[in-house]
């Protein structure tokens, strides 16, 4: 047994040496927000934060993430009650069209906004150039970005 900490809680899981943290996380954890898009690292569906920094679940072996934090998009906002800065964003620019590729987009925005608050357009297409969007939504996803910028910016000058 492989004991893991995603979103705050431990889970008790049966991962076998190269077993994907994708698929514990879905199928042995009951969270299905993290989505499978390729199972190559190519598409950013699967984004999680270990430790703060965005992976490629799909390809991270589950007992590596041992003793390690593991956020989810179910774990990003403040608390069950509230939508993150960043999924508030969303919405507010209409950003999903069929919306598969939005939780591992958002987990991307997450952390390049932990680390930068304030990104330029290049440092922004250069974090999220990683994460396809099929449905060719990268101006809304900038946008979005923009805008939990410039929310998370006001917020922290009150």
Known sequence: MTSLTINGKEYKVDATAGMPL??????????T???FGCGIAQCGACTVHLDGQPVRSCITP????????????EG???????????QQAWIEEQTPQCGYCQSGQIMS?????????????????AAMSGNICRCGMYGRIKSAIKRASAALQSSTSL
């Not at 930068?116 to 440092?123: H, I, K, V, Y």
């Open 109 to 125: 925005a997450v952390a390049l906004l932990n680390e930068n608050p304030s990104p330029s357009d290049e440092e922004i297409d």
């Open 33 to 35: 927000g993290t989505k």
């Open 62 to 73: 589950a007992i590596s993430a041992e003793g390690k934090n593991i956020t989810t998009i």
């Open 22 to 31: 994708l698929w514990v996380i879905r199928e042995q954890c009951g969270l």
């Open 76 to 86: 990003i906002a403040p608390d069950k009650n509230t939508l993150h800065i960043v």
